[in-house]
């Protein structure tokens, strides 16, 4: 068939959404396509052109690929090879490999700007937007707007759309779980004990002493400010001594915890292997916007759990602003937080937020003249408890190091290192 009279039978031929077969288009033909009959399959339903599909498709083409290499050897040798696939290889791998689709065939047989002959490399792409969009929602809580920043909350919005369902119908992958006091493995805490009196004071009180703090004497963590209470613990002993990074000769104290009520946390461990629902559709212009997105949450886990360094505590702002964002404004509520363990390679931490750890009390307000507070009233009790008898002493033998060694530069006189 000649190419006008391909582009002919793309001018009379429709596409049915039952035919488009891919999801984005089979929903804007149903939302803009017209009632006539199917070229492909001679049904009557919303149809759109042929040559609006082509133009789709070819738009997609011309970001996801780009014309293949060819490699040419002397006469001598007469070797001519050119790099990359058919166009009709990338349109069947954009329609989820349905090379049995009529719709492959009639647009491979009506494209416009690309051969069929010709091959073509997929492009590469590195999703930098993805990466720039963290930054600026970084930079912003680090230095910026902390309290009342409109753009961050939009960003996590956008960030954490739908993580309920992530992985929801297979619980050993669900992102975001259910604990229970039957499901539930033990929880251990831990502290610092730097003199005998610490370690006599946590012995006689350990339901108190090893608890979530008062909010009067909470200071800052990874996943908590200074004034709001959070509940630190890790699901092996060995995990919770590591992370408090005691001196060698120091001593810690730890204590078995089990859930009273069921918690709802959000595994970051999880995020690699989740299913984050159907891949967007290539033919949706922001593909790129939403498959950097799922590929950046794969990540997240390394972005928010990196080392901080005494002295550099700035860094947990952002770490602080996901998890207070997380307590407060995703429905169905989350109460916690698992993550990795940066000084046990092997174990994982679980920070179980303020109204889930601590007696959660409200004020009521009544006018008495000039006014005044009634109150406080209890609204909640907390759902972990410290197991009797579960009190372990740890002296600290050894500490095991393990730099990653990497060379200085020198000046260039004299040899003396910077």
């Known amino acids: 068939m000649r190419k006008d009279d391909q582009h002919a039978m793309a001018e009379n031929v429709n596409v049915c959404s039952q035919c488009a077969y ?12 017209r009632v006539v009959a199917c070229g492909l399959c001679n049904s009557t339903r919303s149809c759109w052109p042929l040559r609006e599909v082509v133009v789709y498709v070819e738009e997609a083409l011309d970001k996801h690929v780009c014309i293949g290499t060819h490699r040419h050897v002397d006469r001598d040798n007469n070797i001519s090879v050119t790099h990359g696939e058919s166009a009709e290889h990338w349109i ?9 689709e009529p719709v492959v065939g009639a647009v491979c047989s009506n494209l416009k700007y690309f051969r069929r002959d010709d091959k073509y490399l997929k492009r590469s792409h590195a999703h930098h937007h993805i990466g720039l969009k963290w930054g600026e929602f970084a930079e ?22 739908g993580v309920h369902t992530y992985s ?35 012995s006689a009180d350990p339901e108190t002493q090893l608890a979530a703090p008062p909010k009067e004497l909470a200071g800052e963590g990874r996943m908590n400010p200074v004034g709001v209470p959070a509940f630190y613990g890790a699901f092996k002993r ?37 299913d ?5 559709s ?15 949450l794969k990540y997240l886990h390394d ?41 046990d390679p092997s174990g994982s931490n679980i920070a179980l937020f303020s109204h889930a750890v601590c007696v959660e009390t409200a004020l009521q307000w009544e006018f008495q003249g000039a006014g005044g507070v009634r109150g406080p009233r209890q609204l909640d009790a907390p759902r972990i408890e410290y197991v009797k008898g579960s009190l372990v002493q740890h002296v600290i033998d050894a500490v095991e190091y393990r730099p990653i060694d990497k060379a200085l530069a020198e000046r260039a006189q004299g040899g003396e290192s910077i």
Not at 23 to 32: G, H, N, R, S, T
Not at 173 to 202: D, F, Q
Not at 276 to 280: A, D, I, K, Q, S
């Open 303 to 343: 972005m928010i759990t990196a080392p901080v360094l005494p002295g550099s505590e700035r860094n947990y702002l952002v770490s602080q602003f996901i998890a207070e964002y997380l307590a407060t404004c995703v429905e169905p509520r989350i109460d916690g937080v698992i993550f990795k363990s940066v000084q």
């Open 282 to 296: 290539v033919f949706d212009p922001d593909y790129f916007l939403k498959s950097g997105r799922r590929e950046f």
């Open 22 to 33: 891919d999801p984005f288009l089979v929903e804007q033909i149903q939302l803009m396509g």
């Open 238 to 274: 060995i995990t919770c001594v590591a992370e408090l990074r005691p001196p060698v000769g120091g001593t810690v104290v730890s204590g078995e915890f089990k859930l009273t009520e069921p918690v709802s946390v959000l595994d970051f461990e999880r995020f690699e292997a989740a």
């Open 276 to 280: 984050l629902g159907p891949e967007p």
């Open 168 to 202: 929801a119908k297979s619980e050993p992958l669900a992102v975001v779980r259910v604990l229970t006091p039957e499901n539930a493995s033990p929880i251990y805490r831990a502290r610092t004990c730097m003199t005998a009196s610490s370690v006599e004071e946590i």
């Open 92 to 100: 069947r791998l954009m329609f989820g490999n349905a090379a049995g």
């Open 140 to 161: 912003g809580v680090k230095h910026g707007n902390r309290f009342f920043n409109q753009h961050a909350r939009e960003y996590l919005d956008w960030l954490f759309e």
